[in-house]
């Protein structure tokens, strides 16, 4: 239900879970957690890109189980675990969204750093429509949108176009589908020629500076920006721009791109 592939300093998550619509079961869940487990103790990944097998991306919740009692908490506990994890992680996330993003599926496609789908796909705050809110994944969701917008998609519950998904920001751009890898490629090709803390940084910062008040965020960004010149990551990256060579953490991708 849930595919790992670590290829040197990209990891694939794949959800693969097709005939149920790659939802969030107890077990996929579970196996997205143990994903993570794999990757944080591999010093190799960089960038994790998550992705999926057939026209869903994610369905959300599982209401089979939920409706059957199975699940006495739901989802929820294991979804809001999973988008902190996302969240916190000073490793880059990408959401390559192959297919349909529904309710839990949206939070997942939100939660990522960077979020490529393909113009085909479509994307719902489903559910009042089944009689609940999409309470956890506003957390990650309304940062994204003006308030109009999101209460209009929560409210309606109606599906929307990738296209509307990027004009609200929940996702970075949609593409059609000879054009989504290439655009993926093009992505974790810049993301790998960042040093490796100086971009776990460079993402709390878009999160940490707008929970602060002006002065409280300049004077730790401040603070930061001195840890920042002072590493040797830093004195190399300056000795390599001004050498004109590449720094010793930048990697192509695709691998087979020749060295510059």
């Known amino acids: 239900m849930v595919e790992l592939d670590l290829h040197g300093p990209v990891a694939t998550i794949t959800l693969a879970d097709e005939a149920h619509r790659n939802v969030l079961s107890r077990d996929t869940l579970g196996a997205l957690h143990a994903a993570l487990d794999t990757i944080e103790h591999d010093p190799r990944v960089r960038v994790v890109v998550l992705t999926n097998r057939g026209r869903v991306f994610c369905a959300g919740a599982d209401l089979a189980a939920d409706a059957g009692g199975a ?12 988008l902190a994890r996302v969240r916190r992680s000073p490793t880059i996330f990408v959401g390559r969204i192959a297919g349909h993003c529904v309710a839990g599926g949206v939070g997942l496609a939100a939660v990522m750093d960077i979020s490529l ?5 479509q994307f719902a705050f489903s559910e009042v429509r089944v009689g609940v809110a999409p309470a956890i994944i506003s957390v990650v969701c309304l940062p994204k949108m003006r308030a109009g ?6 409210l ?39 040093e490796p803390t100086a971009l776990g940084v460079a993402k709390a910062l878009t999160y940490d500076v707008a929970d602060r008040s002006f002065d409280d965020a300049l004077a730790a960004a401040t603070a930061t920006s001195v840890e920042l010149f002072a590493r040797d990551a830093a004195r190399e990256g ?3 721009f001004l050498e004109k060579r590449a720094a010793s953490w930048v990697r192509h991708w695709p691998p087979e791109r020749p060295s510059a």
């Open 117 to 121: 789908a393909l113009d085909t796909a």
């Open 238 to 240: 300056m000795a390599a």
């Open 71 to 82: 699940d006495a908490e739901g989802p929820g506990a294991g979804l809001a675990n999973l």
């Open 149 to 154: 917008d999101a209460r209009e998609a929560f």
């Open 156 to 194: 309606r519950g109606r599906r929307f176009a990738a296209a509307d998904a990027a004009r609200l920001g929940l996702i970075n751009a949609a593409l059609p589908a000879d054009e989504l890898d290439a655009e993926l490629d093009a992505v974790l090709d810049d993301l790998l020629a960042g």
